[in-house]
Each structure stands twice: as C-alpha cells, then as structure tokens.
C-alpha cells in the first residue's frame, strides 16, 4: 500500500495518534511502526460505552503500543454522563469528550500533530451526510487540517483518508494482526451508522456501482471548484486602492464571486458570524435600487454611497 | 400558486405540451387552460405499457383536451417491442419513442415549443441520480433548454419545475380535477422508482429532513460554479491571437478551468466524444515533462511546441 504521507514524513518527529482498538486505528498503528516511526504516542480514550468491552479495549491498546516501544496514554470519559448533563447527542458529546482528551495529551507531550485513521468509506459516508444535511457543495473531511481541540489548535493528519477499508482490512488479514471488534463503532452515532448499514448499500444496490467511489470523486471535484473561486478572487480586483468595494466591479461579478469578495471584506474587517442570510443581505446592496445600508454585528454598517461599498462606525 | 412562467408567456403563442394522462400533466394542462392559452395542442403518447389502461389514458385525454377546446394528437408505440429489438432499457426506449412522437407532432404542428409537467419532486429524483452515476457535480434538468429529439430541435420549457409535488395535488384537489393514476409511472423505470419509493424517503428519515429541498437547493449551488465558470473563461485569456492554446497562461489556470477551455478549443476544433479521460491526456500536455503529442478522435493530433498547444492534422 503506497501512501503519500507515509513517504514525506520524518521518522524521528514526535507524533500522536488516535488508537480505538478498532481495525483502522491499529492498522494506522502497525504501519508506523512498519515505518520505523520512533516517537509514537497512542492516546485512548475510553468513551465509557461499551461496558466491560471497554476496558478489554484499552488494555488491548496499551499492551500494543508498549510491545512496539510506544508511549501510551489511556483516558476515561462517561460520555452517557455528559450527554445528561449538556442534552448533546452522542455523536456531539463523544466529540467533546476526545477533542478534551486529546488537548490534554498535546499538553502533557508537548506535540500538536495528531494522527486520525479515518478512511475513504468513512470519507464518503461524511460527505454524504454533509450533503443530506444542506452544506454546499461536497464537503469532506481533509488529509492534513488545523483543529482547534477544547482551546488548542491541533495539526490533525489523517493519513489513511484515500484508502478503502477492505484494503485496510486486506493489510491486516495478510499480517494477521489482531483488532477489537467493534470498537470505534461505539462512538458512532446513530445517523453514521444508518448512512453505513442502510443508505450507501441501498444505494449501491439502486445505482449498481460503487457509490462511496462515486462521492470520492465528487468530494475531490469540489475541492476544485474550490481552487477555482481562489483564482477568481485575485482576479477580480473588486477593491479599490483604499480598499473599499467598488460598486461597478463587484456588480458585474457572478453571484458565488460576489459573496466570496464580500466575506473576505466583511472578515477582513474584523466582522466574525458570517452566514448565508447576512451575505444574502449584504449583496443586496450591489442592486442601486435597494437601501444603501445593511446592520452588522456589533452595531456597525455596511454602507453603499459614492460608487463604493464599506464598513462604516456609525 | 405562482409560477413565473405563467407570468409572462403569451396567452396567443401556440405551445404543445405532453400529457400522460397522470396527476402532473393533468394539473399543468388546467393551469393553461385557467390562465387563457388559446391555442394548445395536447400531444399524448401511448406507450403500450399498460393494457387496457393505455386505452383508457388515451381517452381520459382526448376528451379533457376537447372539452378544452385544445387540440389533440394521440400516438401508439409499442415500447416492449423497441426494447427487445434494441436492447436498450425501458427508460431509454420510452424516451426514443417520446422524442420520435414529439417530433412528429412538431412538424404537423409548425411549433417546436413543447412544455412538460416535470415538477421538483423529479427535479430532486434526477439530481440524486445523476450523482450516484457520477456526473459532475449536482445536475437537474432545465426549466428551459433544446433538446434534439429524432433530429428536430425542440425548446422544452418546464413551468412546474419549481413546484412541490404535494402542491400540485392540493391545487388539483381544491378544484376537484380527476386524473389517471398511474399513468405518468408507466414509463418510469426501474431505477426512478427505486429512487423516489426507496431512496429518498430512506434519505428522509435518517436525515431527520426533507432531503428533496436540500437536494433542489443543491442544484442552484451548482448553477452558482458555473456561472462562476463561464466568467472565469472570459477572464482567462488562454488563447493566442492565432487561437491556439497559450501554455504558459494555460499552465498557471487552476485545473476546473483547464479542462473548460480545452473542452472549448476542441470543442471548437470539431472533436466530438469529449469524456474525462481525453481531457485528462489532453490536460498533460500542460507539463512540459510529459510527452508532446496526444491522439486525438478522427487520426488528429493535439501537440504541443514553441509555447503553444494545438491541434494539427498530422
């Protein structure tokens, strides 16, 4: 298996990684080690969930990250507890409870990349939830991205998201490593593991074809639609030199441009909580025959007048 | 209700429209009928898919057609007897018998404008279909676009594209209209009604949210990156005056936009059967580290040489 992270990384650097127990965190694991990864620290979170299972999951951890030399730092959570308390869903509490684990480890090791085994059918399943839940486009999960965890912002790498499980699967058979059944899908959700049992096999089957490949692709289409409207914005040289919006330019914009240039102004400006109704609101003021003013955030304007549109105090 | 459409098209243009007979065609027919066409022309195909209820769709519509005061074409083909001589599927054998008869009625007629009962529900149906085929991005159909059906060129407009499914049957049932049950699903095939029985409402209840809506908006979204499209190949400025490919401006556009404007040029150039893998092989030609020619359809070449890339005849 050829992996584009695994042929740049250093050996020597300090890195920490997410160890369930379940197939693909241990498949992460063995790899590095394979590697000649030297500092590896497996951090496991006991998510409190699956009973007795659970603790036969971290003693499985601990005892194979010391068998490779690892460090290996073990933490507990009652996720149950915390949903009671905060009425978060399972999938938002257990995110909690990790991203709190996992900041206290960076702390204590002094190491802020953080190794995640996601893999590309997990990739597709996000993107399919992300379009049934209306974000634009076909968003996923990225290979290499800043996250902040509970105040700290963690290098979060995830080497394993363009490789399918069975090949995951196909890597371990043929080592004959060992995993803990089951035990990174106690955290799922509900809704993640309705996507995975029932709606991309369905799909599949009504398609007859491989639909996880199929919003891959699309995932990766979207990324450059993405790159796309970064060229764009260079070229549209909607500021003017005092680094207002100019009205004529910005109107003869196609409408995905227009609110691209006017989040990046509005941000610039220091003007945090964008949403679609608030862009949607300000764009209109490029049509001369609605109100030259729109409300901001914070008590502040955005104004049209004199051929220009800016943030104005008052 | 609504309907943009309605607002504008002439009550004397003469317009042919399909009607199956079912609830969706039915209910655009009294919509024209109710806003004061004069002169309509129902076109109604039967498909021979329904025994005895074929004859009875037929009916249904030449008599409400009449009473309308509307004219009335019916046609007969035999779409079983297409597929077994074909071996195409039954979506593909209704849509060639359709475009045959539909052409037909548009040269008896000297109209070649045809309005059809497509509403959002199929709207969503389509946008979801074409993603698990893997078509770029999310595509729907057009509420107005030409279609070349048996070689004739039609300009389709779809006036119910915007228009729930439920809020075509509230208007049908606030004015008591009958319509034929199962006429419009006749020709549906497999996959169609696997999408829209199986698919969606699955997608719906895992979602815990109307997945067609988000599916509809999807599509707007993707009108959005084209448009953002078509600027960005104004903008790009590839060609040299000669109308050759200019590398070095060509190589520094990000890859979306490579592959729209080398689309065009061959496009341009008289290459048919563009499909992704061409415009990949195409699209290396940008790197001067790669080979200098690619075979193109028809024993052409696409070369590149002295900072240009073009298509040659030998």
Same mark, same amino acid.
């Given at each position: #298996?050829?992996?584009?992270?695994?042929?740049?990384a250093?050996?020597?650097?300090k890195? @920490?990684i997410?160890?369930?127990?379940? #197939?693909?965190s241990?498949?992460l694991?063995?790899?590095l080690?394979?590697?000649?990864f030297?500092k590896?620290i497996v951090?496991h979170?006991d998510?409190?969930l699956?009973?007795?299972?659970?603790?036969?999951?971290?003693k499985?951890v601990?005892l &194979?990250?010391?068998? #490779?030399?690892y460090?290996?730092?073990?933490g507990?959570?009652?996720?149950r507890? @915390?949903?009671?308390h905060?009425g978060?869903?399972? $999938?938002t509490a257990?995110?909690?409870?990790?991203?709190a684990?996992?900041a206290?480890?960076?702390?204590?090791?002094?190491?802020?990349t953080?190794?995640?085994?996601?893999h590309?059918?997990d990739?597709?399943?996000t993107?399919l939830w992300?379009?049934?839940?209306?974000?634009?486009?076909?968003?996923?999960?990225?290979e290499?991205t800043?996250?902040? #965890?509970a105040?700290? $912002?963690?290098?979060v790498v995830? !080497?394993?998201?363009?490789?399918?499980?069975?090949?995951?699967?196909?890597?371990?058979?043929?080592?004959?490593?060992?995993?803990?059944e089951?035990?990174s899908?106690?955290v799922?959700?509900?809704?993640?593991?309705?996507?995975?049992? $029932?709606?991309i !096999?369905l799909l599949?089957?009504?398609?007859?074809?491989?639909v996880?490949?199929?919003?891959?692709?699309s995932? $990766?289409?979207d990324d450059?639609?993405r790159n796309l &409207?970064?060229?764009?914005k260079?070229?549209?040289?909607?500021?003017?030199p005092?680094?207002r919006?100019h009205?004529?330019?910005?109107?003869?914009? !196609?409408?995905?441009?227009?609110n691209?240039v006017m989040?990046d102004?509005?941000?610039?400006?220091g003007?945090?909580?964008?949403d679609?109704d608030?862009?949607?609101?300000?764009d209109l003021?490029s049509?001369?025959?609605? !109100?030259a003013?729109?409300? &901001?955030?914070?008590?502040?304007?955005?104004?049209?007048?004199?051929?220009?549109?800016?943030?104005?105090?008052?």
């Amino acid at each position: #298996m050829k992996i584009p992270w695994f042929e740049q990384a250093s050996r020597r650097r300090k890195f @920490m990684i997410g160890v369930s127990g379940g #197939m693909d965190s241990v498949a992460l694991l063995h790899m590095l080690h394979e590697a000649g990864f030297r500092k590896v620290i497996v951090c496991h979170l006991d998510h409190g969930l699956r009973g007795n299972s659970s603790a036969g999951d971290s003693k499985f951890v601990s005892l &194979l990250a010391k068998a #490779m030399g690892y460090g290996v730092i073990v933490g507990k959570s009652n996720v149950r507890c @915390m949903m009671k308390h905060t009425g978060d869903s399972l $999938e938002t509490a257990g995110r909690t409870a990790r991203h709190a684990f996992f900041a206290d480890c960076a702390k204590e090791q002094r190491c802020r990349t953080l190794l995640l085994a996601h893999h590309a059918d997990d990739q597709a399943e996000t993107v399919l939830w992300n379009l049934l839940r209306g974000s634009l486009g076909f968003r996923g999960m990225s290979e290499e991205t800043e996250i902040n #965890m509970a105040g700290r $912002e963690m290098h979060v790498v995830r !080497p394993l998201l363009g490789v399918r499980k069975n090949d995951i699967r196909d890597w371990m058979d043929a080592r004959r490593h060992a995993w803990r059944e089951d035990a990174s899908n106690a955290v799922n959700d509900v809704v993640r593991n309705r996507i995975r049992n $029932e709606a991309i !096999p369905l799909l599949d089957d009504i398609a007859k074809r491989d639909v996880t490949s199929v919003l891959l692709r699309s995932a $990766e289409t979207d990324d450059t639609w993405r790159n796309l &409207l970064d060229w764009a914005k260079m070229r549209a040289s909607a500021l003017d030199p005092q680094g207002r919006i100019h009205l004529r330019t910005f109107r003869e914009l !196609p409408s995905v441009l227009r609110n691209a240039v006017m989040a990046d102004y509005l941000r610039a400006g220091g003007v945090v909580q964008l949403d679609r109704d608030l862009l949607g609101r300000c764009d209109l003021l490029s049509d001369v025959h609605q !109100p030259a003013v729109v409300n &901001l955030p914070g008590g502040r304007f955005l104004k049209r007048r004199q051929g220009r549109i800016f943030i104005d105090e008052s």
